[in-house]
């Protein structure tokens, strides 16, 4: 049973988190789960996205990256009227899914094989946000003094 929420309340009391509550609002929209698709971990920051897309070419799939979403569109070209169908089962509808990636996340190179589509993704973290060590240096107590010029400290004596 799925119930829904109201993320009024919230939204007029918080600031800055409009995305945090639309993603939860995208999630408890009811999904009809076509077409099934895998989500695979291949090392600490690679993935594959894997839809099973049984009916479908290459030419009728689109794959879009765009800032965090990734949205796979397929649309079947039409039968020419060859022969007639006793029994359609394998589907033919036209679908679209949208996964939501996670900051740094990128869309590298897709695949088609054996009714499969693969999709590589990537976490890609830019340098500047990356951890990096900063090294410590030793003091001297000599090197921490303040000295004046020696021509000066021989006028004052």
Known sequence: MRTNFDFA???????????????????????????PFDILKDGEDSYRITLAVAGFRPEDIEVVAQ????????????????????HRGIAARAFERR???????EAGNASFENGLLSIALKRVVPEAMKPRRIEI?????????????????????
């Open 9 to 35: 309340p919230y939204r007029r009391s918080t600031v800055g988190f409009d995305r945090l509550f639309n993603l939860l609002e995208a999630g408890a929209r009811e999904d009809d789960g076509y077409p």
């Open 67 to 86: 800032q965090n979403q990734l949205t796979v569109t397929g649309k079947r070209a039409e039968d020419n009227g060859k022969g007639a169908y006793l």
């Open 99 to 105: 996964f939501q990636l996670a900051d740094f996340v």
């Open 137 to 157: 240096g030793g003091s001297n107590a000599a090197q921490d003094q303040i000295e004046a010029p020696k021509d000066k400290v021989r006028e004052a004596a």
